[in-house]
Nanobody, 114 residues
Framework: QVQLVESGGGLVQAGGSLRLSCVAS????????MGWYRQAPGKQRELVAA???????NYADSVKGRFTISSDAALNTVYLQMNSLKPEDTAVYYC????????WGQGTQVTVDS
């Protein structure tokens, strides 16, 4: 059973930074794409950022220039560095991995206080 475990969420003031981590229970090279999604109360889950096995990245327009997705294969970990956080970034953030099927982490809460 593949597991994705997120950490790093919390409460931060607007303009602050957080770094989320997602540790996979198997090598991240086994995933075609790994990404971060978020879901705010009353809203649909949306893609925030993704990285392919070929290291191509993709970002939601709302986070471009503020968030950076990266990975460390030796640690089986994908990161989301979030800078210049805004109250509208408040959501539960989920790690996602796509291989022959899709895997999700349990989510980590990010709250940005204005």
């Amino acid at each position: 059973q593949v597991q994705l475990v997120e950490s790093g969420g919390g409460l931060v003031q607007a303009g602050g930074s957080l770094r989320l981590s997602c540790v996979a229970s198997r090598t991240i090279f086994s995933f075609n794409v790994m990404g971060w999604y978020r879901q705010a109360p009353g809203k649909q889950r949306e893609l925030v950022a993704a990285v392919t096995s070929g290291s191509r990245t993709n970002y939601a327009d709302s986070v471009k220039g503020r968030f950076t997705i990266s990975s460390d294969a030796a640690l089986n970990t994908v990161y989301l560095q979030m800078n210049s956080l805004k109250p509208e970034d408040t959501a539960v953030y989920y790690c996602n991995g796509r291989a022959s099927r899709e895997y999700w982490g349990q989510g980590t809460q990010v709250t940005v206080d204005s």
